[in-house]
């Protein structure tokens, strides 16, 4: 038993009867135990103006726009993805008690720091100038409601 109450899924991964990879119940191999992979893949961040945010993260930041759903007269739903990201964000009306602007942190990363400022600043984005620092280059940039966001380069490992 793992702490919680939780059992250790212990069927090996070459079981002919598992799937190699089933994107629901992808495991990992540590110890000799398979656990299960828990993947951050939604973000919910609070604005104030649906359609602008949905604007900006779309035309300006270069999200993907994968959802648009008006569930009730309450709920609006509309989900955006970085792209080459496995994880996305969750905007719109009735899905988070947040206050609209309130989200800081959220990071991506790039391979190219300068090419995603150009990218950035090109399509609008008010972006900050690149920051050295020991663990990656950085640029800043807040939606309009003033979610902040960090974009970082790793640095080369050694």
Avoid at 38 to 63: H, I, M, N, Q, T
Avoid at 80 to 97: E, N, Y
Avoid at 134 to 157: C, E, H, K, L, T
Wanted: glycine share 8%; charged share 25%; proline share 7%.
């Amino acid at each position: 038993m793992l702490s919680g109450g939780s059992r250790a899924v212990t069927q090996p991964l070459a079981d002919e009867n598992w799937p190699e990879f089933d994107i629901a119940w992808s495991h990992r191999q540590r110890e000799g135990v398979v656990t299960m992979d828990f993947k951050l893949e939604l973000v919910a961040v609070p604005v104030s103006d649906v359609d602008k945010a949905k604007a900006f993260y779309v035309e300006r930041a270069g999200f993907n726009a994968d959802h648009d759903h008006v569930v009730s007269d309450e709920i609006r739903f509309v989900q955006l993805t970085p792209p080459g990201s496995a994880c996305s964000i969750a905007i719109g009306t009735g899905i988070s008690r947040m206050r609209p602007g309130s989200v800081e942190g959220l990071q991506v990363v790039v391979s190219d720091i300068e090419a995603a400022r150009e990218e950035l600043a090109g399509r609008g984005v008010e972006v900050s100038e690149v920051q050295d620092f020991p663990w990656g280059r950085f640029v800043y940039f807040s939606d309009p409601d003033g979610n902040s966001w960090a974009v970082q380069q790793i640095p080369p490992r050694p």
